[in-house]
């Protein structure tokens, strides 16, 4: 996939941030109504302290069963997972669940539009990257728990960082998945 | 709508159980990918024990920004909200913010389908009730801050409970939304 040069720096926000910013800008602008998915939290003890707010005294982070993303473009389901990694040559996938995996899979299959967005922050380069082609890699490379940096340029789609969005990562959508 | 005698009586599990258990079946029969999202929590202090989870000691319930349950049906976008009332005669919407509501606009106006699904607990009878529907109550009838009852029973779609699914409410859009 085309990679342009970067018109605007990071400035050290992370991938999330981004794509929270990106994605509120999609919904002012009417585009698009996506938003990340709240952290799961298993809540064990809360205090209720007399006219104030419930206070939350114990709780733990939860695996997701899911992935960060989802909502609704164009009529479509959109459901994704965002990574970052510091790796220069490789992307590790280790710390992405066989649920998270399923889950894009199974998405697939109910005809949603299932895909990651992988950045390599070493080099503040984004890339959106379909969910079959790291489905594939998932579940039949088991050993090497990576996908080659040129395998994600190549079969991936360079997303530039601009100024607003952010991220762009809908007019991808437009060319490659619904241009059809 | 159409109102059938209960089959199965509910047996204390609330409404979001049901629709959890509803949906854990859907994913299980391959039928539907529909989640419940993650209560928003505020984290504001975690400790890092050693060799042991990190605990979250203190943390706020956060005011949701969107709707409780979204997913991919037959590559739809589906997107709901779930309450329980125990009023008889009346659906009080005043705990609906209006940036749920305005989501719910949102959503229908991006092609999704968006609902929500009632129950009276008093009667043990559970309704799909269109967005559109509501939002016309939300917006037009800000005095009230109530639905009658009987316009629930008219506009909306009784949901049976049955042993399983609980709340089959895939086949209500089957047939009312996707029969085209
Ligand atoms: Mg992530
Ligand atoms: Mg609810």
Known sequence: AQKKSLQYANRGMTLEEDLNETNLYYR?????????KPTPVQVVQVDYPKRSAAKITEAYFKQPSTTDFN????????????????NKTSFPFG????????????VQEHGGLSFLIIRFSQFEETYLYDASHFLQWYFEQSERKSIPKREIEKAGHFIPT???????????LDQFYLSM
């Open 28 to 36: 002012q602008i009417g585009r698009a109504v996506i938003h990340k």
């Open 95 to 106: 710390n992405i669940h066989a649920h998270q995996a399923e889950h894009m899979k199974n």
């Open 162 to 172: 601009t100024f607003r969005p952010r991220l762009d990562y809908l007019s991808i």
């Open 71 to 86: 909502g609704v473009y164009r009529g479509k389901y959109i459901d994704f997972e965002a990574k970052e990694t510091k």
